[in-house]
DNA sequence: CCATCCCTACCTACTAGATGGTAGACTGCA
DNA sequence: TGCAGTCTACCATCTAGTAGGTAGGGATGG
């Protein structure tokens, strides 16, 4: 019936589940979980209400296959830096354009959207929010710890709190960019993060090698 | 008829509206503009659902009355922090402390909600809340200031763009917190937040003296 | 001193439109 | 033939907002 059934015959039906997917998701990042309708989807994909519940049953299956979704994709996004890049500091970089790339698109994190809707979102999309936040602080503490045992990067604290101290810093951004309507906002706040996470000694160009 | 008018007679009917601005402020804080509806109020409040739009003709009208008042509240206490701390880092912490007191009671910053949802909201709203930041990023550009020019305080960049800096990770720290469910979350970044603005060298007792 | 008037605060009862969701039928492909 | 995908038509409920009326207090004026 619905989004869990992927090996199966046709590819037209995937395709109609994923321009949903697409569809709401972004309405999500705009709008918020509780001020995008079943309506505005249908109008968006150019399919009529009542279908969408054949792809997706209720408001929070849909609301859960967003969550999933978002999560896979952002994790394949961090094991391809992972893989692309060696140093920390480029690493840190590329996640953060993650973050740029999404507010460029005058969209918010989906999760970070999300977490402000927390108290009215259905509890197993609320569970799904919370895994994405550990995930993104897991591979980050990852980051962090190699790079600082390689004397890449310097500051106070331990890697796993910097970890979640780089999450909320992102995710502040973002939202303060929409608040005062400059997407700049983010890039000033990013650079001061890496600025602040260099190591101190000789010159600036302490980068890689 | 509403709100503006404060100097008549009785004081009851202010009092009635103070308790509309404040079930309504608690429920923005929790659920956001989109999630809370007349009806929701008119129960907090104890008074039918007509005789709210007899305070505040539209919901939009309520919304303005509410980050106008949110926001006086908020700069009052930042001037009273001023006048009752000289150190910057006492400064800092109080600062801190704002945010941490709106958490523990389980609710988001008014203005964080309401930048999410911005994209929903009316403008007059929805330059309140722009300016609230910019207030809030102006105090303490002030602040870290004067901190920095008698050493008090030691980081990368400008006052300016570390305010801008702390605004953004106390507003994502509080969104995250709630994302993961973990209130202490806040703690965390805030404490490595002050870690990493106070002076480097002689031991850690570097505070006020 | 009291009748009138006006205003604020509140009420009951209603509306039009949106919301998430359902029932049941049609269509075209395997 | 069966079934996934789509449709039209519908529903109960909730939404912000309106209409119109009542109660009571304060001022005004005779």
Redesign the interface.
Known sequence: MWYSRIPMGAKRDIKTADRILDAAEKLVQ???F??FSYADVSKAVGIQKASLHHHFATKTDLGVALVERYRRVFLEALAGIESEEDAAVDRLERYIGLYRTVLRKKR?CM??????????LPTPM?DS??V???ENESWLTRVISAGTSRGELH???TPA??A??I???????M??A????EPA?LD??AS??I??M?P?TPSRSAKAR
Not at 111 to 120: E, F, I, P, S, Y
Not at 167 to 173: F, H, T
């Open positions: 705009v709008r918020g509780n001020a918010m999760c970070g959207m999300l977490a402000a809707d927390v108290a009215t609320r929010v919370a994405f936040f550990a500051f106070a604290g709190s910097m979640a101290f999450v909320s810093s992102l995710e502040g951004a939202l303060v929409r608040g005062r309507g906002h000033d706040v001061l993060l600025a602040n260099r101190p």
